[in-house]
């Protein structure tokens, strides 16, 4: 602090009150997110209905053209038009023809309905962060260490 200006100190001590501020807003958060799931239940016949929604795996048909050379731009306009045909046709992925999915691709064969059965999509994410059980089992424990950590901490703090 030495051979600062005469009041740069007094801009030094500013410069913590955002920081101070972000602190006391996350531990409000940790505390009121620590609440909102020590009480949560999950309805897992409606999970596993609301999973079953082919539309989500649409981006698993572009990923089958794009493993076919297919640029993604272009793939994903392929399945863009196959959603909008799906929708206008009152039907779901799986119940368009393979004359419907030839008119979009020639790229598209038998493939196409394996892709869009639940288990191949929600597994097919194998990285972190990614849908498949193992990862999904890896971030389920992540998280309740970490929140066994906060709430530790916070326990210890509050003394």
Same mark, same amino acid.
């Given at each position: 602090? =030495?051979?600062?200006? *005469?009041?740069?100190?007094?801009?030094? /001590?500013?410069?913590?009150?955002?920081?101070?501020?972000?602190?006391? +807003?996350?531990?409000?958060?940790?505390?009121?997110?620590?609440?909102?799931?020590?009480?949560?239940?999950?309805?897992?016949?409606?999970?596993?209905? #609301?999973?079953?929604?082919?539309? *989500?795996?649409?981006?698993?048909? #572009?990923?089958?053209?794009?493993?076919?050379?297919?640029?993604?731009?272009?793939? =994903?306009?392929? %399945?863009?038009? !196959?959603?909008?045909?799906?929708? $206008?046709?009152?039907?779901? *992925?799986?119940?368009? +023809?393979?004359?419907?999915? &030839?008119?979009?691709? $020639?790229?598209?064969?038998?493939?196409?309905?394996?892709?869009? /059965?639940?288990?191949?999509?929600?597994?097919?994410?194998?990285?972190?962060?990614?849908?498949?059980?193992?990862?999904?089992? &890896? /971030?389920?424990?992540?998280?309740?260490? +970490? !929140? #066994?950590? %906060? /709430? +530790?901490?916070?326990?210890?703090?509050?003394?």
């Amino acid at each position: 602090m =030495h051979a600062l200006p *005469l009041t740069y100190g007094k801009d030094m /001590q500013e410069d913590k009150e955002p920081l101070f501020d972000a602190i006391d +807003t996350i531990e409000a958060l940790l505390d009121a997110t620590a609440g909102m799931l020590d009480g949560i239940e999950f309805d897992r016949e409606r999970m596993l209905e #609301a999973a079953g929604d082919e539309m *989500l795996a649409a981006t698993e048909v #572009a990923d089958l053209l794009v493993r076919r050379g297919v640029p993604f731009r272009e793939a =994903h306009g392929i %399945v863009g038009g !196959l959603v909008r045909d799906a929708v $206008e046709r009152g039907k779901s *992925l799986s119940q368009l +023809t393979p004359e419907e999915l &030839r008119e979009r691709s $020639e790229h598209l064969d038998d493939s196409y309905y394996e892709v869009l /059965q639940q288990s191949s999509w929600l597994e097919s994410k194998r990285i972190a962060g990614g849908t498949g059980s193992a990862p999904l089992a &890896r /971030q389920i424990e992540e998280a309740r260490q +970490t !929140l #066994a950590a %906060v /709430q +530790t901490r916070v326990d210890e703090e509050r003394g």
